[in-house]
């Protein structure tokens, strides 16, 4: 059983291209979740999506930053007109079910590098 | 929101020797969920331990254990007989049920093991 897949591993931009990182849950995890990783610190939520709904987008940048989660495919997180500051890593995670005591697993993440 | 204080940067230990991450949360939720996750160089999180708030007994596995004061809002991790490959970050993670399953997690500790 694969686990939580993301690609790219790594990716690279210049201000003002468009960033697009992608989620593959867990096979029979209709669950997923974003998390931003800035350099010396922790993992900070970003939204939580389950197929074809945002159920929370409270962390997300207001502008720039959209998340979707089709019916068919991986999770998307696009980051339009990137900056310098978008540089991080993202990662992703998933779970079977909501409610608090289901575990996370989390993908290898994104290291997304703005020039 | 919830924050998750991680007060030690940093912290070494001898190998085979016994070392206590301390973290500490804020919440006036009564139900809720602890996490320690490890992130090595590769950067992957690893889920290390979980823990019920409304369970009194302390979670164990193998190595791992903690040390739950719900209280005090105190939730350390220790390692015992610690090994070279438990070197990496720790993350202490607090997660509701309540805000949308979202974890909520502190600034990290970075674990030395010396030979």
């Known amino acids: 059983n694969a686990g939580v897949m993301q690609n790219p591993r790594h990716l690279v931009r210049r201000r003002g291209q468009e960033a697009r990182l992608r989620c593959s849950p867990m096979k029979g995890h209709s669950h997923v979740y974003w998390y931003r990783q800035l350099p010396e610190e922790g993992l900070k939520f970003m939204v939580y999506?389950?197929?074809?709904?945002?159920?929370?987008e409270s962390g997300m940048p207001k502008e720039r930053f959209s998340a979707e989660f089709p019916k068919e495919g991986p999770s998307i997180l696009r980051i339009q007109q990137v900056v310098r500051g978008d540089s991080a890593a993202y990662f992703c995670?998933?779970?079977?079910?909501?409610?608090?005591?289901?575990?996370?697993?989390f993908g290898p993440g994104t290291r997304l590098l703005v020039l | 929101a919830q924050t998750v204080t991680q007060s030690q940067p940093e912290m070494s230990v001898q190998e085979a020797e016994t070392v206590t991450l301390s973290c500490t949360y804020d919440t006036s939720e009564s139900d809720y969920y602890l996490f320690w996750y490890k992130q090595p160089p590769s950067r992957q999180m690893i889920l290390v331990i979980r823990q019920e708030a409304y369970k009194q007994q302390n979670a164990t596995e193998n190595r791992f254990s903690v040390n739950f004061q719900k209280a005090a809002k105190s939730f350390s991790l220790k390692i015992s007989d610690s090994q070279l490959g438990d070197a990496a970050m720790y993350f202490c993670?607090?997660?509701?049920?309540?805000?949308?399953?979202?974890?909520?997690f502190g600034t990290g500790t970075s674990l030395t093991v010396i030979p």
């Open positions: 993670a607090y997660r509701s049920p309540n805000t949308g399953n979202q974890f909520y």
């Open positions: 995670a998933s779970s079977p079910f909501s409610g608090g005591k289901e575990t996370q697993y």
């Open positions: 999506l389950q197929k074809e709904n945002i159920i929370d």
